[in-house]
Nanobody, 119 residues
Framework: QVQLVESGGGLVQTGGSLRLSCTVSRRTGSVDYMAWFRQVPGKDRELVAGLKWTGSIGDLLDSLQDRFTISRDNAKNTVYLQMNSLRPEDTAVYYC????????????WGQGAQVTVSS
Protein backbone atom coordinates (compact mmCIF):
# COMPACT_ATOMS: atom_id res chain seq x y z
CA GLN A 1 0.00 0.00 0.00
CA VAL A 2 1.24 3.45 -0.87
CA GLN A 3 0.77 6.27 1.59
CA LEU A 4 0.94 9.97 0.87
CA VAL A 5 1.54 12.27 3.81
CA GLU A 6 1.04 15.99 3.40
CA SER A 7 2.32 18.83 5.52
CA GLY A 8 2.73 22.58 5.38
CA GLY A 9 -0.80 23.92 5.36
CA GLY A 10 -1.94 26.70 7.63
CA LEU A 11 -3.23 30.23 7.97
CA VAL A 12 -1.51 33.06 6.15
CA GLN A 13 -2.31 36.64 5.29
CA THR A 14 -2.92 37.85 1.77
CA GLY A 15 0.40 38.13 -0.02
CA GLY A 16 2.07 35.52 2.12
CA SER A 17 3.63 32.22 1.15
CA LEU A 18 3.30 28.59 2.09
CA ARG A 19 5.02 25.45 0.95
CA LEU A 20 3.15 22.18 0.93
CA SER A 21 5.00 18.88 1.04
CA CYS A 22 3.80 15.44 0.04
CA THR A 23 5.95 12.46 0.96
CA VAL A 24 5.24 9.14 -0.69
CA SER A 25 5.96 5.95 1.24
CA ARG A 26 7.18 4.29 -1.95
CA ARG A 27 7.14 4.98 -5.62
CA THR A 28 5.43 2.51 -7.90
CA GLY A 29 7.38 3.62 -10.95
CA SER A 30 9.47 6.38 -12.46
CA VAL A 31 6.62 7.51 -14.67
CA ASP A 32 4.16 7.95 -11.83
CA TYR A 33 2.44 11.29 -12.03
CA MET A 34 2.26 13.24 -8.80
CA ALA A 35 -0.36 15.96 -8.63
CA TRP A 36 -1.75 18.62 -6.36
CA PHE A 37 -5.46 19.27 -6.28
CA ARG A 38 -7.47 21.74 -4.28
CA GLN A 39 -11.08 21.75 -3.24
CA VAL A 40 -13.42 24.33 -1.84
CA PRO A 41 -16.68 23.19 -0.19
CA GLY A 42 -19.44 22.92 -2.74
CA LYS A 43 -17.08 22.90 -5.72
CA ASP A 44 -15.35 20.23 -7.74
CA ARG A 45 -11.80 19.28 -6.95
CA GLU A 46 -9.43 21.29 -9.16
CA LEU A 47 -6.11 20.07 -10.55
CA VAL A 48 -3.49 22.65 -9.63
CA ALA A 49 -0.15 21.15 -10.64
CA GLY A 50 1.63 17.92 -11.42
CA LEU A 51 4.84 16.28 -12.48
CA LYS A 52 6.59 12.96 -12.93
CA TRP A 53 9.52 11.67 -10.93
CA THR A 54 11.65 11.96 -14.05
CA GLY A 55 12.01 14.79 -16.51
CA SER A 56 12.31 18.49 -15.95
CA ILE A 57 8.91 19.77 -16.87
CA GLY A 58 5.92 19.96 -14.61
CA ASP A 59 2.39 21.10 -15.26
CA LEU A 60 0.74 24.04 -13.60
CA LEU A 61 -2.69 25.59 -13.92
CA ASP A 62 -2.27 28.53 -16.29
CA SER A 63 -3.81 31.00 -13.88
CA LEU A 64 -1.30 30.08 -11.16
CA GLN A 65 1.94 30.01 -13.12
CA ASP A 66 3.14 33.35 -11.84
CA ARG A 67 2.57 32.45 -8.18
CA PHE A 68 2.85 28.67 -7.67
CA THR A 69 5.71 26.28 -8.35
CA ILE A 70 5.80 22.50 -8.23
CA SER A 71 9.04 20.66 -7.57
CA ARG A 72 10.31 17.36 -6.22
CA ASP A 73 13.12 15.77 -4.25
CA ASN A 74 13.51 12.24 -5.58
CA ALA A 75 15.84 11.23 -2.77
CA LYS A 76 13.12 12.07 -0.26
CA ASN A 77 10.18 10.82 -2.35
CA THR A 78 8.68 14.23 -1.77
CA VAL A 79 6.81 16.64 -3.99
CA TYR A 80 6.41 20.28 -3.08
CA LEU A 81 3.97 23.02 -3.95
CA GLN A 82 5.39 26.45 -3.33
CA MET A 83 2.63 29.04 -3.14
CA ASN A 84 3.52 32.72 -3.20
CA SER A 85 1.46 35.92 -3.22
CA LEU A 86 -1.44 34.00 -1.78
CA ARG A 87 -4.96 35.35 -2.15
CA PRO A 88 -8.18 34.63 -0.26
CA GLU A 89 -9.44 32.71 -3.30
CA ASP A 90 -6.58 30.25 -2.82
CA THR A 91 -8.24 29.11 0.39
CA ALA A 92 -9.00 25.42 0.02
CA VAL A 93 -8.05 21.95 1.13
CA TYR A 94 -5.05 20.88 -0.91
CA TYR A 95 -4.56 17.22 -1.73
CA CYS A 96 -1.66 15.42 -3.28
CA UNK A 97 -2.35 12.37 -5.38
CA UNK A 98 -0.47 9.68 -7.24
CA UNK A 99 -1.42 8.42 -10.68
CA UNK A 100 0.46 5.22 -11.27
CA UNK A 101 1.55 4.39 -14.78
CA UNK A 102 -1.14 2.39 -16.53
CA UNK A 103 -3.81 3.20 -13.97
CA UNK A 104 -7.11 4.70 -15.05
CA UNK A 105 -7.36 7.12 -12.19
CA UNK A 106 -5.46 8.60 -9.30
CA UNK A 107 -4.91 5.61 -7.08
CA UNK A 108 -3.63 7.14 -3.90
CA TRP A 109 -4.43 10.36 -2.08
CA GLY A 110 -3.05 12.32 0.80
CA GLN A 111 -5.13 13.30 3.77
CA GLY A 112 -5.48 16.92 2.68
CA ALA A 113 -3.94 20.11 4.00
CA GLN A 114 -6.04 23.14 4.84
CA VAL A 115 -4.76 26.40 3.43
CA THR A 116 -6.53 29.52 4.62
CA VAL A 117 -5.64 32.95 3.32
CA SER A 118 -7.02 35.84 5.32
CA SER A 119 -7.80 39.19 3.75
Amino acid sequence: QVQLVESGGGLVQTGGSLRLSCTVSRRTGSVDYMAWFRQVPGKDRELVAGLKWTGSIGDLLDSLQDRFTISRDNAKNTVYLQMNSLRPEDTAVYYCALHASGAKKYSFWGQGAQVTVSS
